[in-house]
């Protein structure tokens, strides 16, 4: 059955991908069902200023650059290409991330169904797509056409930064007695749950493991696509609510993000070189 998969679609894959473009279908309409509510009924489902001014621009972000990676991956795969494939994971990490912040930060209303059934499909969907890519199959097509170890090190060592904020802004609220903002401890959670995965991912990479190479890919896109959004978000907050524009800071974000683009850059490079032999 390996094979015959292998042969009809020309991707390292185990089984049929149906139920994976299934489901992700069903998380792109439900992302943006979630997002025009989000942006049609702000007052309704963002009772407070600073939930609106956080939460209803990402919506628009999410709209901008969530919802076309995810079916941006899907096409890619549907067409043959390794790098939709690859891609694909990290489309629904982001996904992931981005949602789970919202379960947490958000007071219970009616999208709390929706919030919750993304964090949990984009889950599953992951799980599911890493465990069907045959890892020896895509370390083979790969290997000395990727800088592993960069790519492997920016990855880990940014997880473990992720990490070690989380820690230490929860230790200090602990020691100080003090309550954390709820949409700090929403981004605090998520960065808890997707750490370990950029820990793990990075090092197998950085070792030259086969599951490295099936989750580099996806980790640098889904870090990359972050900072953009991130970018994205900066520029639309001051447009659309009434926070301030802050040029120093988005120049900040975008030096912060060059750390990502580089290596991305470099494995995308080789993974598109490795389509051409």
Same mark, same amino acid.
């Given at each position: ?11 390292p ?15 792109a309409?439900?992302?943006?069902i979630a997002?025009v509510?989000?942006i049609m009924?702000?007052?309704?489902i963002y ?6 001014r956080?939460?209803?621009?990402n919506?628009?972000?999410n709209?901008?650059?969530?919802v ?12 043959g290409?390794?790098i939709g ?9 982001y ?7 919202y ?6 209303n009616?999208?709390?169904l ?13 799980i599911?797509?890493v465990a ?9 097509q790969?290997?000395?056409y990727v800088?592993e170890?960069? !790519?492997g090190g920016v990855?880990? +060592?940014? @997880? &473990? #930064? %992720?990490?070690?904020?989380? =820690? ?14 709820r949409?700090e ?5 998520a ?9 793990v991912g ?7 493991? !086969?599951?490295g190479?099936?989750? +580099?890919? @996806? &980790? #640098? %896109?889904?870090?990359?696509? =972050?900072f ?17 524009f802050?040029l ?7 030096l ?8 991305f ?6 993974v598109?070189?490795? +389509?051409r032999?």
């Amino acid at each position: 059955m390996h094979t015959t998969h292998q042969q009809d679609t020309g991707l390292p894959i185990k089984q049929s991908l149906r139920l994976a473009y299934l489901i992700s279908l069903m998380i792109a309409m439900v992302m943006i069902i979630a997002s025009v509510i989000g942006i049609m009924l702000q007052s309704s489902i963002y009772p407070t200023e600073d939930l609106q001014r956080i939460f209803m621009p990402n919506d628009v972000v999410n709209l901008l650059i969530g919802v076309p990676i995810l079916l941006g991956s899907m096409w890619f795969t549907h067409r043959g290409r390794l790098i939709g494939l690859l891609f694909w994971p990290g489309a629904l990490l982001y996904v992931f991330y981005n949602y789970v912040a919202y379960l947490f930060a958000m007071q219970f209303n009616f999208l709390f169904l929706l919030y919750l059934s993304l964090v949990t499909l984009s889950a599953y969907t992951i799980i599911g797509l890493v465990a069907n890519i045959d890892g020896s199959s895509v370390k083979g097509q790969l290997s000395d056409y990727v800088p592993e170890r960069l !790519a492997g090190g920016v990855i880990t +060592g940014l @997880g &473990l #930064l %992720f990490l070690i904020r989380v =820690l230490a802004v929860m230790i200090l609220a602990i020691t100080n007695q003090t309550e954390i903002d709820r949409v700090e401890l929403s981004v605090l959670i998520a960065d808890f749950l997707v750490s370990p995965a950029m820990i793990v991912g990075g090092i197998f990479l950085w070792r030259k493991k !086969a599951l490295g190479y099936v989750s +580099g890919t @996806g &980790l #640098l %896109f889904q870090l990359s696509m =972050l900072f953009i959004g991130l970018i994205i978000f900066m520029i639309l907050q001051p447009l659309i609510t009434a926070a301030p524009f802050i040029l120093i800071d988005i120049i900040v974000v975008l030096l912060m993000g060059l750390v990502c683009f580089i290596p991305f850059g470099l494995f995308l490079r080789g993974v598109i070189s490795t +389509g051409r032999r």
